[in-house]
Structures are given as C-alpha cells and as structure tokens.
C-alpha cells in the first residue's frame, strides 16, 4: 500500500482548532460580518508573507524543544491536531528536547489569495521545503477575525505536475468556491462525508489511487487480521477551521482542502497481545489490556471538477495523523 506522506514533525498528531467567527444579525434581519460586506483581498501580500514567516518561527521552536505550546497560537484545525498531538508524543518519548531539531525552512512560496467579503478569510501559500524537495508544500492560513492571529490550518504535499492552475484576475487575486458550490462533481460540504461513506463502502466519485481504491483494499484486508479484530468508524469534519476551503481552478473545477476524522478499533483475541508502536504508547489513556481504539485527524487536498465535465474527484495529496489512544 502506498504510504500517506507525514512530513517530519508533523506526522504524528494532536488536538486542536480555533471555532469560526459568529455572524451578527442586524434588526433588518440583513446578516453582517464585524460590519464587512465588500469584497476584498483576505489578505495583503505582505500580510502572507508574514504569516508563513510567524507560522514557521512557532513551528521550528515547538519542535525543537517539542513543546506543543510554542506554536498553539500558530497553528488549528487539521494541521493543529495532528501537529499538537505529534509534539505531545515525541515530547513523552523525548523529555530533553528534540536533539535532532533541523529548522524547517520554506522558501520559493507563492500566494494565492481569494477576494471575497467577511469572515474567516483564508489563503494558500504554495512553498518548497528543505524536507521532500521533490513535492510542493501547500498550507492554508486562515484568519478568524481582524483581531485574531493567522493561524495554518491545512498542510498537504504535492508533487509539482500535480499543482491545478488557478483562476485568477487582471490583478492576480484568486477566486473562492462556496461550500455548497453546485457547479462542481462534489460539492465542496459533501466531500468529507462522500469520503467517508467510500471508505465503509465503496462506490463512485473518486478517481482511483493510493487515498481511494488502494486505501480501502487496505483497509478491508486489515479487519482480517489473524488474532486481531479490527473495526473502523470515519466521520467528516467541517466546523469551524476545519470546514473545506476551495479556489476555482483555470479549467472551472476546483482544488479544495478538507478534512476527516478516523477511528481504528483493535480488539486482541484471548492469548494474544495488542502490539502498541511508541507513539500510541505516548498519548494512550488507559490500559489496554484487550483492545485499544486509536483517533486519527486526516487533511486531503483534491481535485474537484466542474459538473459539467463529468470527471471524479482526485486526490492530489493527503496527510493524516494519530490525535489520541484509548485502552480497554
């Protein structure tokens, strides 16, 4: 089975995310967003490039002295679970710090920005790294309120060909989708539970590959595991930072971000024994004397095409992460 990418210090999870701003209802019954309704860049460039610079800042202190507190402030909705609990288990496994810390660095980073009115706001910024210099590093950052800090929210790896070009105009902002957007294969609000009912079940939708066909095959033969029971329950997430955020793509699809959450329930036959790797043994509660359910945040990146050019969604990149442990 191909592996999902887990770029280092972020492939092993936690908790997390910032809830989305309220809206105010005006006495007209006209709904306002801290009294914005123009459409407007969500970001300067300058303000994007601040952010990565702060996000990263955080990043490379958190995971040197692998303190999930160091980049809270930085950090929500997928990207921030699984980021959040990877620094609480490597932290029980490393008291001392992490003595093999080599700062990440992101450079040659290109912004898209949506135009679009209220809040959140949100934008991508597409990187390289100094990890994986082969693939794309894409964040989302995502804004609450004109109050509130950029936090990265979505991170996914993908190879260079695999980037969709996006629509953008005269003056190089980029166009958002809505989450109910109609005009696609998938409506961005429904991937996650289209998703989710695939991997129980199967069915049309998606294109096949390493995330789809080849994850639930995977999967399927793991509940058949000698001496080990094995039982999965999946659940889209689209509150909050971790609602799916979309941009139009050139050809009128759109690349989307979402995320999922998963649960893997072990169940060990009398006489054998639950194998827990280090990091379950770091964030487990309880003993897991007979069985152990493990919690997992997943964030996917796809290719959403529009309606009426009658493709399936494919997944361009996904990362997904251990948030928790629990032992019976």
Not at 71 to 83: F, S, V, Y
Not at 211 to 223: I, M
Not at 239 to 250: D, I, K, Q
Not at 262 to 267: F, G, I, P, R, S
Request: proline fraction near 6%.
């Amino acid at each position: 089975m191909s592996k999902v990418r887990r770029p280092h210090g972020l492939s092993r999870p936690l908790a997390t995310a910032a809830a989305a701003t309220a809206l105010a209802v005006t006495v007209t019954g006209c709904v306002t967003v801290h009294g914005e309704r123009e459409i407007v860049p969500a970001a300067t460039k300058a303000e994007a490039r601040r952010a990565l610079k702060d996000f990263l800042t955080a990043y490379n202190k958190a995971d040197e002295e692998l303190d999930p507190a160091l980049d809270a402030g930085r950090i929500t909705g997928p990207l921030g679970a699984i980021n959040q609990a990877g620094l609480q288990a490597r932290r029980v496994q490393n008291p001392d710090g992490n003595k093999n810390h080599v700062p990440l660095e992101l450079t040659d980073a290109k912004y898209a920005i949506p135009k679009k009115a209220g809040w959140p706001r949100w934008f991508v910024a597409d990187t390289r790294a100094n990890r994986r210099e082969d693939m794309r590093w894409l964040l989302v950052f995502t804004k609450g309120g004109p109050d509130q800090l950029w936090e990265a929210s979505y991170l996914n790896l993908v190879a260079p060909d695999d980037v969709p070009r996006l629509k953008k105009d005269e003056d190089g902002w980029a166009e958002p989708v809505t989450a109910g957007e109609a005009a696609l294969a998938m409506a961005p609000k429904d991937l996650g539970e289209k998703y989710t009912a695939f991997l129980k079940s199967g069915g049309p939708g998606f294109e096949p590959g390493p995330h789809t066909t080849k994850w639930k095959a995977f999967r399927d033969r793991n509940t058949k595991r000698l001496g080990v029971g094995v039982q999965y329950l999946d659940y889209p997430m689209n509150e909050g930072t971790f609602a799916p955020v979309g941009l139009r793509t050139e050809d009128g699809g759109a690349m989307v971000f979402f995320s999922t959450h998963h649960y893997e329930k072990q169940t060990a036959a009398k006489g054998t024994d639950l194998k827990l790797d280090p990091d379950v043994k770091a964030l487990l509660k309880g003993d897991a004397k007979q069985a152990v359910t493990l919690e997992r945040v997943s964030n996917q990146v796809v290719v959403d095409p529009a309606e009426s050019d009658g493709g399936k969604v494919a997944f361009i990149g996904r990362i997904q992460g251990l948030t928790g442990a629990k032992g019976e």
